[in-house]
C-alpha cells in the first residue's frame, strides 16, 4: 500500500498555526555536536543569542559605573533571562509544548541549561556584592560610597545566593524523598524571586523574570484551584510482582501495575499523565507514563481502562509498592492529562526498532500494542519489520505484562521480540518460573542491534528507519551516539527517546 494512502488512526494534537515551524526545526535526525537535535539547536541560539544582547546592552549603559556595579548589572541582567526561561519552561507543563508543540523532553532540557546559568549568575551576584563590604573592611583601603552596593542590594543579593544554594542542595533528594523536594523547591522559589527583586532596576524585572514568575504564580494556583475538577478515575484491577518463595532470596518486589477506569478518556501512544491517588497523599501528582494502546470508550457506560506502571524509586511510589493490592481496589484516583505526544509519526516509516530500558518499556510497550490494532488494518502492509527489546534487571517484571508479550512473540515474522534480564540468571528462575523462549538472560550490545537493522533496512531499499526508545541515560546516549554514527546522506536513523528520571 502507497504511504499517501495511510491514513492515522490517532490524529496529532499539534497545533496549525506553527506549521511552518514544525517543517522547519522539528527534525530528529541527529547532528555531531553536543546539542541532540535540530529543535535543540534553536532553542539554545535563541537563549544564547538573547543572552548576549542583554549582556552587551547592560555593559553599554553601564560603563559610568565601577567596575563592581557593572558585574552586577550585567549578571542581574542575565538572570532576568535564565528566570524568565526557566518560568516558561514549566509554567502549563511548558508553554513551549503548548504553543509549539516542543517535546517534554526539549524544555526540561532547557529548564536545566537555565537553571545552571542562574545558579552561577546568582553566586557571581552575591560574591560581587560581598567583596567591596570585605575590601573596604581592610587597613588602608577606602572605598568611596559610589563603590557599595546598598545595604538593601547587599542583603537581597546574599540572600538570594544562600537560597540558590539551598535550592540547588535539596535536587539531590528527589529521588529519595520526592514530596520533600517537590514542596521545597515550590517555596524557595516563592521566596527567591522577591528577595532578588530588591536588587533589581524595578522596569526592566518586571518586564522579563517577574513576568515568568508572575504566569508561573497563576498556573499553580489554576492548577490547586482545578485539583477538584479533573478527571476523577478509579482503580479496577493491580497486577504485582511475586517474589522467588526462597526465604534467603535477595529479590523485593519493586514495580506494580494499576488498571484505571475512567470516562471519556482519550489519549495516543507515548503520551504520559499527572497521577494523584488521594489515600496516598492527597496532594502529590506525579508524571507517569501510560502503558496501554488508545481505545475506543465503552459504547455504554463511556468507560476507558488504562494502564500505568509504578517502580520504586521514591517516598511515594515506594509506599504505592509496597502497599497491599487490596487496598488499591476502587480507590479514587485524579488524572491531568494527557500531555506530550512523540515527535515521529510510525506511519512514515517501514522499518521500526522499539527500545525500553527497565520501567521505561511504558512509552514503547503503548506503542507496540497500538502497532499491533495498526496490523491489523492497513499497516501491516506498509510495515518490513518491527524489533521490540526490553532490558530489565530482574525477570520477575515480566509478569507485569506476560499477556502482552506472549501475544506479540506470536505473530508474523516482521515482528521480532527480545528481553533481556541482567542481573539474575537462568538457573537460577527455572524452579520457580515458566521461561519463554524470547528471554535471554544477557546484557545486550544496543549498537550491534541497531548497526545489523541498519543493514538489513538498506537491503530493503529504504532510506530511512526510526527508533523509539525510553530508559536510562546511558541507554539514550548509546542510542544516540550509534545513530548518528549510522546516518550519512543516503540513509539515515530518526530517532525519539524519553529518558526516566523519577
Known amino acids: 500500500m502507497q504511504k499517501n494512502q495511510i491514513s492515522n488512526p490517532y490524529p496529532s494534537h499539534s497545533t496549525k498555526r506553527f506549521q511552518f515551524f514544525h517543517q522547519r526545526y522539528l527534525t530528529n535526525r541527529p547532528k555531531k555536536n553536543s546539542l541532540k537535535t535540530n529543535l535543540d539547536l534553536l532553542l539554545y541560539k535563541i537563549y544564547f543569542w538573547v543572552l548576549i544582547i542583554f549582556s552587551i546592552f547592560t555593559l553599554l549603559t553601564s560603563l559610568h559605573l565601577p567596575f563592581f556595579k ?23 507543563y511548558s508553554l513551549h509544548h503548548k504553543f509549539f508543540q516542543i517535546s517534554y523532553e526539549h524544555t526540561l532540557w532547557l529548564h536545566k541549561k537555565a537553571g ?10 552575591g560574591l560581587f556584592h560581598l567583596l567591596p563590604i570585605m575590601i573596604n573592611m581592610l587597613p588602608m583601603v577606602n572605598l568611596s560610597p559610589d563603590q557599595i552596593p546598598t545595604t538593601r542590594n547587599n542583603v537581597s543579593a546574599i540572600s538570594a545566593a544562600v537560597i540558590i544554594y539551598v535550592l540547588r542542595r535539596g535536587l539531590k533528594y528527589r529521588k529519595r524523598c520526592y514530596e520533600f523536594f517537590y514542596y521545597s523547591h515550590i517555596a524557595a522559589t516563592l521566596i527567591y524571586v522577591p528577595v532578588f527583586a530588591l536588587s533589581h532596576p ?7 523574570a517577574a513576568f515568568g514568575f508572575a504566569l508561573w504564580l497563576a498556573d ?12 476523577k478515575g478509579r482503580i479496577v484491577k493491580v497486577i504485582s510482582q511475586s517474589s ?61 481502562q488504562l494502564k500505568i506502571l509504578i517502580k520504586t524509586l ?20 485524579i488524572l491531568e492529562g494527557p500531555h506530550g505526544t512523540s515527535t515521529l509519526s510510525v506511519l512514515d516509516y517501514r522499518y521500526l526498532i522499539l527500545i525500553g530500558g527497565g520501567c521505561g518499556v511504558g512509552p514503547v510497550l503503548s506503542l507496540m500494542l497500538s502497532l499491533i490494532d495498526l496490523n491489523k488494518k492497513q499497516f501491516g502492509d506498509n510495515l518490513i519489520k518491527l524489533k521490540f527489546y526490553w532490558v530489565m534487571k530482574e525477570f520477575q517484571n515480566l509478569e507485569l505484562f ?7 512473540s506470536r505473530l508474523i515474522k516482521k515482528y521480532q521480540i527480545e528481553v533481556y534480564v541482567t542481573r539474575q540468571k537462568k538457573l537460577e528462575l527455572e524452579k520457580d518460573y515458566t521461561i519463554p523462549n524470547y528471554v535471554k538472560f544477557e546484557k545486550p550490545n544496543i549498537s550491534k542491534v541497531i548497526q545489523d537493522s541498519a543493514v538489513e533496512a538498506q537491503k530493503h531499499s529504504l532510506k530511512k528507519m526510526a527508533i523509539f526508545s525510553c530508559g536510562p541515560s546511558s541507554m539514550m546516549k548509546e542510542i544516540q551516539n550509534t545513530s548518528i554514527d549510522l546516518s550519512n546522506d543516503k540513509f539515515s536513523i530518526d530517532i525519539s527517546r524519553e529518558i526516566t528520571r523519577f
Open 70 to 92: 557593572i558585574v552586577n548589572r550585567i549578571t542581574e541582567s542575565l538572570c532576568e533571562v535564565t528566570t524568565l526561561t526557566l518560568f516558561l519552561c514549566v509554567t502549563h
Open 116 to 125: 545552571k546559568h542562574t545558579i552561577k549568575l546568582v553566586y557571581i551576584n
Open 202 to 208: 524595578i522596569k526592566p524585572f518586571l518586564f522579563t
Open 220 to 231: 499553580l494556583l489554576y492548577r490547586i484551584f482545578r485539583y477538584f475538577f479533573y478527571q
Open 244 to 304: 522467588t518463595g526462597k526465604p534467603d532470596s535477595n529479590y523485593r518486589p519493586d514495580s506494580k501495575l494499576l488498571i484505571i477506569e475512567i470516562k471519556n478518556f482519550t489519549y495516543e501512544p507515548m503520551q504520559w499523565v499527572r497521577l494523584c491517588i488521594p489515600s496516598i497523599a492527597k496532594y502529590q501528582m506525579h508524571a507517569l507514563t501510560i502503558c496501554s494502546p488508545p481505545r475506543l470508550p465503552d459504547a455504554k457506560t463511556g468507560n476507558v
Open 314 to 333: 521514591g517516598d511515594w511510589s515506594r509506599e504505592i509498592v509496597e502497599t497491599p493490592d487490596s487496598f488499591f481496589l476502587n480507590k479514587k484516583v
Open 402 to 408: 506476560q499477556k502482552e508479550f506472549d501475544q506479540f
